[in-house]
């Protein structure tokens, strides 16, 4: 038996996913279901949004489910009903066993990591926050524990110094693609073996727990190359961000998506310096930063320069 031989039944959320399920549907595998999260309401007019996924697969003209509970028993009986082989999970919710323990080959997950590493929700933003410099993806089993099943196969990634959260994402999509397409030939033909997560020496493992406000709030007296990668890791999405007042005592919020190292300081953290065309520099706690995209509260992102044209006296500007 070959992949394209099985029922699949795909799961997933976000345009992650959607690389994943795209290879599986664009390569002649038979997709027989697809669950993605329910519409919801999103923008000023609150109008319902699909998922990404949704959107593909009514693209693609796939049959989908869409509970709210996973275990509700008029979905349990529609997905017994498609007789899946293997179940397929990227950027999904936790499953309940009864979901992921149903087919005859189980269910296996694409996480954005190099397990046991960064198991959780926010992985690649955690790497590169930490200032790693590799990544990867992994595809495992499903069990009880969130991410801590038998590990299948994984493939490795460099993050450079420069890249950003947004850059190593799109990169771990499409190497995630053709992971998946892997590891479900070698489900189909039972040419794999497995590695157990707690059989993998670690002298510590590293979490990557959901992102809240509170940690893209920049703290200024920090390391400098500790706030850059906490810009990288953020960037584009959710952003690191600082506190601002002008002149008048108006209080504004900046994210900011990109900065580079400049020289040595030892300024109060937080001291903002700008020529008020060409540059705008933070102090961190060892180095100033040179800001070069940022996006100031109400307005679109923008180049430091082109934010410098429209913002008078910049260079007079405090951090919060």
Known sequence: MTGKDLRIVFMGTPDFAVASLKAIVENGY???????????PAGRGRKLQESA???????????????????????????????????????????????WDMPRLGTFNLHGSLLPQYRGAAPLNWAVMNG??????TTFLLSHE????????????????????????????????????????ALAEGNYSTVEQDEIQANELKPAPKIFKDDCRIEWNKPAEE???????????????????DESDKSYSMKIYFANFGE?????????????????????????????????????????????????????????
């Open 30 to 40: 038979q997709v027989v279901g697809v669950i993605t999260s329910p519409d919801k």
């Open 53 to 99: 996924v949704k959107q593909y697969a009514v693209e693609k003209g796939l049959h989908i489910m869409q509970p709210p509970k996973l275990k509700n028993p008029e979905f349990i009986e529609e997905l017994k009903s498609l007789n899946a082989d293997l179940q397929v999970v990227v950027a999904f919710r936790m499953l309940p066993e009864v979901v």
């Open 132 to 137: 790693d410099k590799e990544t990867g993806v």
């Open 146 to 185: 969130i991410d801590t099943g038998a590990i299948l196969f994984s493939e490795k990634t460099p993050i450079g110094t420069n890249d950003t959260v947004g850059d190593i994402h799109d990169r771990l999509m499409d190497i995630g693609a053709g992971l998946v397409l892997k590891t479900v030939d």
């Open 227 to 245: 706030i850059r990668n906490q810009i990288r890791g953020l960037s584009p999405y959710p952003a690191a961000w600082t506190g601002l007042e």
């Open 264 to 320: 040595a300081t030892d300024v109060k953290p937080g001291t903002i310096d700008s020529d008020d065309k060409t540059y705008l520099k933070i102090a961190a706690g060892d180095k100033w930063l040179f800001v070069t995209d940022l996006q100031l509260s109400g307005k679109k992102r923008m180049k430091t320069e082109d934010f410098l044209r429209g913002f008078h006296n910049a260079s007079s500007l405090k951090t919060t």
